[in-house]
């Protein structure tokens, strides 16, 4: 008969062996845990790299802490000039103080904050958006974007109405007995003005080689919705994306009409094969659509742009020789 101490001592050297072997399955578990976060933080990084825009993590007083930049987007002042400082220190006064009042907006309920301003970058004057979210109690993201081309292009059909209106308002002095001459060009102005709103009010942007991006600013009424409708069909079609970036931060209220048009779109977009990402929705829409009992064809809802966007570039399929 085994001595009973000779027992219990083998009893726990058994479960010491099996404690051990536990103890390093679970570190293995938690290495290849780490190595999978890490290959996902390069894999957000290159990402954000290639994306235009400039990516800044910061303090909620404007202490920058981090950055992201690909190497087409040129920064204001090199990095070693801005990490550590207040951003509102670093830019000129008058973005600074733009740059106060949006953090102080972004800490409110809304958490989040837009500005647009203007830099003198080495010989020229570029015009920049900014996106301020809170992520935490403390910290920030701002996403910066420039947006210089659409400003000239703005510029550019201001200037082309204003020319318009100059000739109108010359031929109406000029030939004032004939009235409707004078109607029917200034009826040119309200159509070219109309026409430039309609395509400055549904911008189709693409993001890559798959996806696009629509941000939709405004109040959408039903002649909107029906252009909204067109140029993401046709836009999908072009570019055979795989996503649609549907943001409707810019979107104050919505009605019927607008919910039905959320539902078209996500109908549409899934039948053509792509998926529609919806973004931006605020508690207010939310609750509307709710209310509305809005379909939305399984379209995947993501908090902001940001998201959605690197939802879509995580998503996408891989580039191919056509």
């Known amino acids: 008969m085994e001595d009973p101490m000779l027992a219990d001592l083998r ?7 099996e404690a051990i072997v536990r103890l390093e399955r679970d570190a293995a578990e938690a290495e290849r845990a780490v190595e999978d976060r890490l290959k996902l933080a390069t894999a957000l990084e290159n990402i954000y790299r290639a994306v235009p825009d400039l ?15 690909s190497p087409t987007s040129p920064l204001y002042v090199p990095p070693d000039a801005f990490l550590g400082k207040r951003m509102q220190d670093v830019v000129p006064p008058d973005v600074g103080a733009l740059t106060v009042e949006a953090l102080a907006e972004a800490m409110g309920p809304a ?68 009235a409707a001459e004078s109607a029917a060009l200034q009826q040119q102005v309200i159509e070219a003005q109309r026409a430039t709103l ?37 836009g999908v079609q072009a570019r055979r994306a795989a996503f649609v970036l549907l943001d409707v931060t810019g979107v104050p209220q919505v009605d019927t009409v ?24 605020g508690p207010d829409v939310a609750r509307t659509l709710v209310d509305l009992g809005a379909e939305l064809g399984g379209a995947r809802i993501l908090p902001s742009l940001d998201q959605g966007i690197a939802y879509a570039m995580r998503s996408a399929p891989p580039t191919r020789r056509d």
Request: proline share 2%.
């Open 11 to 17: 009893a726990e050297n058994q479960r010491l062996r």
């Open 55 to 69: 990516f800044f993590q910061i303090r909620v007083d404007g202490t920058v802490t981090n950055y992201l930049a």
């Open 111 to 178: 958490g989040r904050a837009r500005i647009e301003y203007s830099l003198d970058i080495g010989s020229s004057v570029e015009w920049y958006e900014a996106r301020l979210i809170r992520i935490s109690a403390d910290e920030m993201v701002i996403v910066v974007r420039n947006i210089s081309e659409q400003r000239r292009d703005r510029e550019t059909v201001l200037r082309l109405n204003r020319e318009l209106e100059a000739r109108v308002q010359e031929r109406t002095v000029a030939l004032e007995v004939a």
């Open 198 to 234: 309609q395509a400055l009010s549904t911008p189709l942007v693409p993001i890559a080689r798959h996806v696009v991006a629509v941000p939709l600013i405004g109040d959408v009424d039903a002649d909107r919705a029906g252009r909204l409708l067109e140029a993401i069909l046709a």
């Open 258 to 281: 607008a919910a039905r048009a959320l539902a078209d779109v996500a109908r549409a977009v899934k039948l053509l094969g792509a998926e529609l990402v919806l973004t931006g929705i």
